[in-house]
């Protein structure tokens, strides 16, 4: 039932290891503390042996939620709230919070994981891939050139047409994915031109979710294509996790250079770079709690739990039934559907009040908390894991007959994986997401030939 969670390669002795070193050297860690820390590197674990044998969708999504929802969290009540704004401080107690966190992110999981297989949806047939690719050189060249040019429509379209354009933009990504998983050599060029594209526009926009996102999906087809060795996973995972880090600590920074004039691009970020060297602000520890917001989604959830019902009652669905109709209906047929990023519903429940260009979410868990309370909740989490469980294994389905379809549900999740985003635009994007995907394979139904399956 659950092989994903417990059966897949894992290094249970290391892990042994780091739940003692973590008890020996942190003996003022709360048992809740401990416990979602000892969860999150259980999923950062699995993620680590996943890599070379499958895109690891599930894990990534395990693993992002446990930092936003436990490691932010177990910082910020473990002293890095004492640098923090009081805005931004956890204003109820770990107990408090972890009493919900804690089963609502493990059913999530669970839910996610439940009657997985072998991680179906992940696990890519490499060789009906291979097949497809050299059968169907120029398909990946169009799916590069289709995202090139919609990226650029997407600018001028309303927001409604500009989504599904965005969509489509993402598509390059997928053509050079499969380019790679179908050559012997990789296609330097392509690759280039393509992370170049998203590298330009993350630094124009100040905006850097889209580039760690599918960097992390490139990082995954690199591992299946050339399996390196756990030193190297290591070498590099560390080098990923030091360079985002960074990032963190320099983005705000370059925000304001860029607002005041600089232009955008890697020189800015050279000198932001420079600047924090400097005046030793880069690691500095009040530098980096101040940060610790970024990772950590918990404080919107304490002021939603110290907010309802206490100041607003449950919604008992009906917040949630906004939020799918956001979600599912276009706006031609409900024309007053909630926006993204629509201030009153988050105000409402947070009782946080946003500054103009300050954008939050409530997030999945906080929807959760919101329409069901902490039981009713933690239910509606596991329910949430078991539809994103089923859209991999309908892939999987279906990839039995189109091996390359799975190459496409990096398309699917891109977003979904975060955590912090709001349940509507996260469910939205997951239902336009399948059917642009239906809408590409219907017109290009002979292109996408079906192919034997090679498991």
């Given at each position: ?180 998983l179908g050559d012997k050599k990789l296609k330097w060029f392509e690759l280039s031109l393509v992370y170049g ?259």
């Open positions: 039932m659950f092989d994903t969670l417990y059966k897949v390669k894992f290094n249970w002795p290391l892990f042994t290891f780091m739940a003692i070193i973590l008890y020996a050297f942190f003996p003022g860690l709360s048992m809740y503390s401990y416990l979602a820390l000892m969860i999150f590197i259980h999923q950062v674990f699995l993620l680590f042996y996943a890599l070379n044998y499958v895109v690891p969708i599930r894990y990534i999504f395990g693993v992002l939620m446990c930092i936003q929802m436990f490691l932010g969290p177990v910082l910020a009540y473990n002293g890095l709230d004492q640098f923090q704004y009081q805005y931004y401080r956890m204003v109820v107690p770990d107990a408090v919070y972890f009493t919900y966190a804690l089963p609502a992110v493990s059913f999530f999981i669970i839910g996610l994981n439940l009657y997985a297989g072998k991680l179906e949806g992940e696990l890519l047939d490499r060789v009906g891939i291979k097949t497809f690719a050299n059968e169907h050189q120029e398909l990946p060249y169009w799916l590069i050139g289709i995202g090139f040019i919609t990226s650029v429509l997407s600018s001028v379209f309303s927001s409604e047409w500009a989504f599904f354009l965005y969509l489509l933009g993402n598509l390059k990504f997928i053509g050079v994915f499969m380019l790679i594209s998203i590298v330009t526009s993350s630094l124009s926009g100040g905006m850097f979710h889209d580039l760690l996102t599918w960097l992390l999906m490139l990082g995954a087809i690199l591992a299946i294509k050339y399996k390196r060795g756990e030193r190297f996973k290591l070498f590099f995972g560390l080098g990923f996790i030091l360079a985002v880090v960074i990032l963190q600590q320099l983005k705000g920074a370059y925000r304001i250079a860029t607002g005041e004039g600089d232009e955008a691009g890697i020189e800015t970020m050279q000198k932001v770079y420079e600047q924090k060297q400097d005046d030793n602000s880069l690691f500095n520890l009040a530098k980096i709690a101040s940060n610790n917001v970024r990772i950590n989604q918990g404080f919107i959830i304490t002021n939603i739990m110290r907010n309802v019902p206490a100041k607003v009652p449950f919604a008992d669905g009906d917040e949630l039934k906004l939020l799918l109709e956001a979600a599912i209906l276009p706006r031609f047929l409900a024309p007053d559907k909630l926006k993204a990023g629509d201030r009153t519903i988050f105000t409402r429940y947070s009782g946080l009040n946003l500054r103009i260009g300050t954008s939050m979410g409530l997030s999945s868990v906080g929807d959760a908390y919101i329409n069901f309370g902490i039981v009713g909740g933690c239910i509606f989490m596991f329910f949430l894991g078991l539809l994103y469980n089923f859209v991999l294994k309908q892939f999987f389905s279906y990839s039995k007959n189109i091996p390359v379809l799975l190459l496409f549900t990096p398309l699917v999740f891109y977003y979904p994986i975060r955590p912090d985003c709001e349940l509507q635009t996260i469910l939205g994007h997951l239902v336009k997401s399948c059917f642009v995907i239906f809408v590409i394979f219907f017109i290009w139904k002979r292109k996408f030939s079906l192919l034997p399956a090679n498991n």
